[in-house]
Antibody, heavy 118, light 110 residues
Framework: EVQVVESGGGLVKPGGSLRLSCTVSGLTFSDAWMTWVRQAPGKGLEWVGRIRNGGTTDYAAPVRDRFTISRDDSKNTVYLEINSLKTEDTGVYYC????????????WGQGTTVTVSS | QSALTQPPSASGSPGQSVTISCTGTSSDVGGYNYVSWYQQHPGKAPKVMIYEVTKRPSGVPDRFSGSKSGNTASLTVSGLQADDEADYYCSSYAGSNNLVFGGGTKLTVL
């Protein structure tokens, strides 16, 4: 069974940085394509970006300049680094394992909460 | 990339059927058969209920079904049960490795 576990969320001041982690078990991680999705409080789901096996990344246009997705296959972990944090970055950040290049059948983590406030 | 359009709310009585729509464009919903539907209960992570327009993951009841016509995809929940009350989101592949979600529909079981 594939399990996805996010960590690293917390309270951060505007302008700060944060690195979220997503650790996966139950599969050959080096083959995995991993996606980050976020959800602002009381709002809908928003695609943040994805990292393919091999490390190529794709980002949503609104976050491209401040978000960086990376991976460490030796640790079965994918990271989301967020710079120049804004209050509107507050929300739950989910990581999910994609079974398909074109998205679809997937396995989600439980999410990690980021709060940006002074 | 604009969000897909879903009705904010839908409702039905136990045992009834309800259909939730998801409207996009020819660049996303209409252009690919990669529409998914997610169920999200309060405080929980989303769970995929339908993928590739019509496919159901193992363990999802066959009361959940999906379809697509042109730029609009639909999720039908038949034989409504109390536990079906949740938020439902559609998503679609949008080309160039992008993914787009709908705004979400709150399903109420009366």
């Amino acid at each position: 069974e594939v399990q996805v576990v996010e960590s690293g969320g917390g309270l951060v001041k505007p302008g700060g940085s944060l690195r979220l982690s997503c650790t996966v078990s139950g599969l050959t991680f080096s083959d995995a394509w991993m996606t980050w999705v976020r959800q602002a409080p009381g709002k809908g789901l928003e695609w943040v970006g994805r990292i393919r096996n091999g490390g190529t990344t794709d980002y949503a246009a609104p976050v491209r300049d401040r978000f960086t997705i990376s991976r460490d296959d030796s640790k079965n972990t994918v990271y989301l680094e967020i710079n120049s944090l804004k209050t509107e970055d507050t929300g739950v950040y989910y990581c999910k394992w994609e079974t398909n290049v074109y998205y679809g059948l997937d396995v989600w983590g439980q999410g990690t909460t980021v709060t940006v406030s002074s | 990339q604009s969000a897909l359009t879903q009705p904010p709310s839908a409702s039905g009585s136990p045992g009834q059927s309800v259909t939730i729509s998801c409207t996009g464009t020819s660049s996303d919903v209409g252009g690919y058969n990669y529409v998914s539907w997610y169920q999200q209960h309060p405080g929980k992570a989303p769970k995929v209920m339908i993928y590739e327009v019509t496919k159901r993951p193992s363990g999802v009841p066959d009361r959940f079904s999906g379809s697509k016509s042109g730029n609009t995809a639909s999720l039908t929940v038949s034989g409504l049960q109390a536990d079906d009350e949740a938020d439902y989101y559609c998503s679609s592949y949008a080309g160039s490795n992008n993914l787009v979600f709908g705004g979400g529909t709150k399903l109420t079981v009366l």
